[in-house]
């Protein structure tokens, strides 16, 4: 332990992009990614959402880890580590709902205590999260949002529209999130946590480079 002067740039940002199918959170999660490192080769996706993260291919020559089934948090911080000894300095984990959802698989095939069988599921959950708290680069994780219609009014007519509602991950893991960015369909980004100060009471937004160069 020694004493260091304190340096915002030495911060790595742990991001969150949260919103439903649809939102843009993986071509959100690009061009921030750009933005905070300026070079596309410098940039992996965990890609668990079948290849779609190379649909964006033509924004640059960023890298991708394919990430098939199943998606337990050992396989997930073995992915990041891939990224990480590859010289990465922006890893997008898209997404990481299928982390929870498959803990949540797994916590309702154990036999015996519900209450108690959470012992065997929250370690697993909290080193996929320090994994990703103490990697030494960016990470930006996105999040499913549960998906709800509500009726708004659009030229006089009530109009269905699809919105976002709570991620679908461990409640309380936004706590652990330097920004979390909450998407809406027309890819418009308020803000729900800023540590950095930068993002609010600000109007909401449409993430850009200039998002992760702020």
């Known amino acids: 332990m020694q004493l260091q002067q304190a340096s915002r740039k030495k911060a790595k940002l742990k991001c969150a992009l949260q919103g439903p199918s649809g939102s843009g959170k993986t071509k959100s999660a ?10 596309w080769d410098k940039i992996a996706v965990i890609d668990t959402e079948n290849r779609s ?13 394919h990430f ?66 103490q990697a030494n ?5 996105t999040i499913r949002s549960k998906q709800e219609y509500v009726l708004s009014e659009k030229n006089g007519k009530q109009v269905p529209e699809k919105v976002g509602m709570k991620g679908v991950q461990r409640e309380n ?3 652990e999130f330097t920004v979390v960015l909450e998407l809406d369909m027309s890819h418009r980004a308020k803000v729900s946590k800023d540590r950095t100060g930068l993002f609010t009471g600000k109007p909401e937004f449409i993430p850009t480079g200039g998002t992760g160069k702020a």
């Open 173 to 175: 893991l936004e706590y």
């Open 53 to 65: 993260a190379e649909l964006y291919s033509d924004l640059g020559s960023y890298k991708t880890v």
């Open 30 to 39: 690009l061009y921030i990614a750009y933005g905070l490192c300026g070079a």
């Open 68 to 133: 098939e089934p199943p998606y337990t948090p050992e396989r997930y911080i073995d992915a990041l580590n891939v990224c990480l000894k590859g010289g990465i300095e922006v890893v997008i984990i898209d997404s990481t709902t299928h982390e929870w959802e498959n803990l949540l698989d797994y916590h309702s095939s154990l036999v015996g205590n519900s209450f108690t069988n959470w012992n065997k599921v929250t370690p697993r959950h909290e080193a996929f999260v320090n994994a990703i708290l």
């Open 137 to 141: 680069a960016h990470i930006i994780c």
